[in-house]
């Protein structure tokens, strides 16, 4: 996938809580890491004092004269995570997808439907019940009529059960 179509907010967050402006770089918007990572550094010069970090750490100092670095820090993590939804949501709008539906119910909906042959009742088949009787091109589903692949006795695009390669062990 490209960009941050596939990327996760959780993750994006979980590194961003690392270190500031990872989750960003994760997301592959580097500027807006560095901007981050910028603005951290900037604020923990102007706003705490030289050695409050190093105390801190020796556990004498005052948590509170961190704050400002932390609030960066969440900020930060807020916004990598919002991105990342935020993208996840537009991919999923422009590429059709509605809810739960799968990738392929999308395309059978946008272009109309997919053709499945008739059973012997005339009624269309669902992809469960492709007639279990082996067609003529096997190569090919009998149902979405996609290339199939020899090592399965399902098909990967359609999720149609090929009964006769079941019994055959194709």
Known sequence: MSGTQGKRPWLAALLGTLATGLGHFYLRRWGRGLGWFALAVLVSLLFVPADAAQAFLNGSGDPVTLLPVFAIGVASVADAYLLARRTRTHAKEASGLTGAETPLEAEERQSGGVERPASRDGSPTSP?????TEPADVSSCPNC??????????????????????RRGE
Do not use: M, N, Y
């Not at 469960?128 to 279990?132: F, G, H, R």
């Not at 009529?145 to 079941?166: I, M, N, S, V, Y």
């Open 145 to 166: 009529g996609k290339e199939l692949d020899p090592d399965l006795d399902f098909c990967p695009w359609c999720t149609a059960r090929l009964e006769w390669r079941r």
């Open 128 to 132: 469960d019940s492709v007639d279990s």
